[in-house]
């Protein structure tokens, strides 16, 4: 009989204790979830003056990469102009290029990446850029 209760005490045990001892799925910072190497998808561009839009859009090819590194550089190679810049993250929601390129994260998940800026100018006029990155 103590035999039973023993094996009995030992299932209730490893069924209740070895589910709390699984390790919690710790979800990735922002932070984290933007380094590393992402693809041009897609870049469109409107200079807005005069009240015209002029809009230029880049496509990306295999090779047009953007590199978030660990040490806050961010290293590019866009229709094969390469170039280093730092980035820094302001809160969760906004990423800086360059120390003053102010980019909104619209879009960031494990696969896609979605920036957006606009810059008001005087008038009517603005700039405004999307870029869309994946991996």
């Known amino acids: 009989m103590k035999k039973i209760i023993t094996a009995a005490t030992l299932v209730l045990l490893v069924t209740f204790y070895l589910p709390a001892c699984k390790k919690s799925d710790k979800q990735p910072t922002t932070l984290e979830k933007i ?3 992402w693809l041009l998808d897609i870049d469109v ?13 880049i496509t990306g090819m295999p090779s047009d990469i953007i590199d978030f590194r660990t ?5 590019t190679n866009i229709q094969g102009q390469l170039d280093t810049t730092t980035y820094s993250l302001s ?3 906004k990423i800086i290029i360059d120390g003053n ?4 994260i619209t879009t960031l998940t494990s696969t896609s990446f979605v920036l957006h800026e606009k810059e008001i100018g005087t ?13």
């Open 35 to 37: 380094q590393g190497k």
């Open 123 to 135: 008038g009517t006029d603005f700039y405004e850029e999307t870029l869309t990155l994946k991996k």
């Open 45 to 57: 561009s409107n200079d807005h003056f005069s009240g015209e839009d002029n809009i230029i859009t």
């Open 91 to 93: 809160g969760d929601t």
């Open 71 to 75: 040490d806050g550089k961010v290293y």
């Open 101 to 104: 390129l102010n980019y909104d």
